[in-house]
């Protein structure tokens, strides 16, 4: 560095956790960039102390839901305002939520709707995966390459869901796309004809307990299209990540595949290592704050979950922040059936402190694994590395820095979403961000929140896989 120039940010004498592991460096901020790594920077304009603190990577929360549409005429609680509050909060400083399009809509508005939502809103920077529920030949052949090329660059299908479910041949068209353009496809895999037909002879027994929603989501409808997914996906020759994987037997599908070189990724979740169904099967309604979908399974599911995020079968850990208010959940009364109660459980600001106290304190993942797979990957997988979830010269000043042994009891009234509610009330971690950086600005610091609504930015992504143009070769064969 020329001794004229200065930094606009040293972090100083914190254990900074970079690609090749930790390391004693300091680290220059210039620009919103980081500009220098080593021990003993010059000093800069601003000066934050880390001694003490563990330096983590921001983290990317790739799969999170705000502001969305409403859905069966009910809206999620958070916007991007208390969203994106929430997750810088928790150490997050990228989100990736969805653009939802549904049956007889177009995608290309929807999109820019999202945008009108959140650019006055944000405080942290943000992406859009696109949700395709309708793959009418314009949107192939003209709206999904386009947004693709502006920066939206990966896609969401559901293979259920009234409104959004896709059938084999319509997830074949978009794979398609998807291979020609470099796109990700991420797929919500679970049976749907097996939810339908178990949901129906449930409520006609009035079956209708919180129970029943797990029953009605059995794993093995998981396996199966989770499979499907997979196969899908290998005739057209194309990745694809296997969203929010709750199940044991998909992890083991995940895992054939990988082993037969497929490019098959896929991400879990909070809810699926520190939830369970015991905690939905309960005599009042106040289960109905652990329903979501795919369900918790029971308790004995959890080490191979484990296990799958570990052995890196699965590479991503994302919330899947769905914030419905419980009262919103329960609004039918004390007899509110189980399909009355929206999916979707909280978690963007809980996500981080919960697996830094189970995993790296508790003594199974590295901190280079934490970074990997709360940050790293699906920056990489998403299109956004290296300027987000690394600590690299060039890269955004995206940062967390962690007091690794304070302990915390988890609360609502200390979180800052908006939902009335945590599935994780009372639990107690150790390990929590106490200062949050974006693009070299501190945003939280030891409780204060020195962000303003606005000051996030749209990143377009770029295409994570080299783009596939023509035929799938099992047409040119």
């Known amino acids: 560095m020329n001794s004229t120039e200065t930094f606009d940010l040293v972090i100083r004498g914190g254990t900074v956790v970079l690609p090749d592991g930790p390391a004693q460096v300091d680290i220059g901020v210039r620009d919103g960039r980081i500009a220098e790594l080593r021990a003993g920077l010059a000093t800069g304009r601003t000066e934050l102390p880390a001694h003490g603190r563990v330096v983590l990577p921001g983290g990317v929360d790739a799969h999170c839901h705000m502001d969305q549409q409403p859905w069966e005429g009910r809206s999620t609680a958070d916007d991007f305002r208390s969203g994106t509050l929430s997750a810088l909060c928790g150490g997050t400083t990228t989100v990736i939520p969805f653009a939802m399009q549904m049956r007889g809509q177009s995608l290309a508005d929807v999109v820019a709707d999202y945008h009108e939502r959140a650019r006055p809103k944000a405080h942290i920077d943000y992406s859009f995966h696109l949700i395709v529920g309708d793959p009418t030949p314009q949107l192939l052949r003209e709206e999904l390459p386009r947004l693709i090329a502006q920066g939206c660059t990966s896609v969401k299908v559901y293979l259920t869901y009234e409104g959004l479910k896709l059938d084999d041949y319509e997830v074949l068209e978009v794979l398609n796309v998807a291979r020609q353009e470099g796109a990700m496809v991420m797929v919500h895999a679970e049976n ?75 991400e879990t979740c909070p809810q699926y290592l ?6 939905i099967d309960t005599p009042d309604l106040s289960g109905a704050m652990c329903v979501c979908t795919p369900p918790p399974r029971p308790r004995e599911n959890q080490p191979e979950m484990w296990r799958g995020l570990l052995d890196s079968t699965l590479e991503v850990f994302s919330s899947d922040h769905s914030p419905w208010n419980y009262t919103d959940k329960i609004s039918g009364g004390p007899d509110t059936p189980f399909t009355r109660i929206p999916n979707g459980v909280p978690g963007i600001e809980t996500r981080l402190p919960l697996l830094f106290s189970a995993a790296v304190n508790g003594g199974r993942m590295s901190l280079a694994k934490f970074a990997e797979v709360t940050a790293t990957t699906p920056a990489r997988l998403y299109g956004l ?29 200390m979180l800052h979403h908006a939902t ?58």
């Open 274 to 279: 520190f939830l369970s169904s015991e905690d």
């Open 420 to 477: 009335d509610h945590t599935p994780y009330e009372g639990m107690t971690v150790r390990g929590w961000p106490v200062t949050t950086i974006s693009r070299g600005e501190i945003v939280w610091d030891e409780g204060e929140v020195k962000s303003e609504a606005g000051r996030g930015r749209f990143i377009a992504a770029k295409r994570p896989f080299t783009p596939q143009p023509g035929l799938p070769p099992v047409l040119e064969s």
């Open 192 to 266: 749907d004809a097996c939810i339908r037909w178990l949901t129906e002879h449930f409520l006609k027994a009035r079956k209708t307990h919180l129970r029943y929603h797990v029953m009605a989501h059995p794993a093995i409808g998981d396996r199966e299209a989770t499979f499907r997914a997979i196969s899908l996906a290998e005739v057209i020759e194309t990745p694809i990540l296997i969203c929010h994987v709750s199940a044991a037997g998909a992890v083991e599908e995940i895992r054939r595949a990988k082993a037969r070189g497929l490019p098959v990724y896929a």
């Open 385 to 413: 590395y290296p300027e987000k979830g690394v600590i690299a010269v060039g890269s955004d000043a995206d940062l967390a820095l962690w007091d690794a042994d304070r302990e915390v009891t988890i609360t609502n009234a």
